[in-house]
């Protein structure tokens, strides 16, 4: 199935402060975006060309912050690269395959924000349990699975979520340009089943190894080539 990268996932404690840091770094200023009710989110999205983007997302003050990604947000000193999605048609399909690779999957997922001027747009998500995914790789060999939960949780920065956004219109389609994502680097130690994935949905990410799962944006902007 062809997948296409859909858009990295930056997180940070405060919005004002995180869209200012970006434009600083690419000479580009997010567009706001909108809240996430019951998540304690919103966030401002910056193009990076072929329908793509960069979300930043911080706690939304304007929600509770109690056990949700809002308060986890708000605890950071640092921004970095929290995670990022695979944009694909069909969400049912894409999970058989997931399955078929040997990872657990949650999901489809409805979500929904209202935009500034009021107007509601709608997606839905799968994601992919959080744990080893040293599970996946001996699965896929044809070897025993791994129990879900055990050994060593991944940290989720290298596995991504899927998203389909059914019959509301790309994010991109009202964002001005002047960035674009020039390569997207995966650091993890479990090389192989990423691989897979990617492969799987015909992606050309670099992954390299690494001991921690961390997530690297190439991003080539007005002010030069910047790192996320």
Not at 17 to 29: N, Q
Not at 39 to 55: P, Q
Not at 159 to 166: E, M, N, S
Request: glycine content about 10%; hydrophobic content about 40%; aromatic content about 6%.
């Amino acid at each position: 199935m062809k997948g296409a990268i859909d858009h990295l996932m930056w997180a940070c404690s405060d919005l004002e402060s995180g869209i200012d840091a970006i434009e600083s770094m690419t000479g580009m200023a997010a567009t706001p975006g909108g809240p996430h009710p019951g998540f304690g989110t919103r966030n401002a999205l910056l193009d990076l060309g072929n329908f793509t983007y960069l979300e930043i997302i911080a706690p939304d003050p304007e929600q509770s912050l109690e056990g949700n990604l809002g308060r986890e947000f708000a605890a950071l000193d640092t921004p970095y690269l929290r995670t990022w999605a695979i944009r694909v048609e069909d969400l049912m399909a894409s999970r058989d395959i997931l399955q078929s690779l040997g990872f657990d999957t949650r999901g489809p997922s409805a979500m929904s924000r209202a935009l500034p001027g009021g107007e509601l747009i709608s997606w839905e998500l799968l994601f992919l349990s959080r744990r080893d995914v040293a599970g996946a790789q001996r699965n896929v060999a044809g070897a025993e699975r791994n129990v879900t939960g055990a050994g060593r949780e991944f940290a989720g920065a290298a596995l991504p979520f899927f998203i389909d956004w059914k019959d509301s219109p790309h994010p991109c389609t009202s964002l001005e340009p002047g960035c674009e994502l020039s390569g997207l680097r995966i650091a993890t130690a479990q090389t192989e089943a990423i691989e897979r994935l990617l492969a799987a949905f015909e992606l050309d990410v670099e992954v390299v190894v690494g001991t921690d799962d961390r997530l690297e944006g190439l991003l080539s902007t007005p002010r030069g080539h910047v790192v996320l």
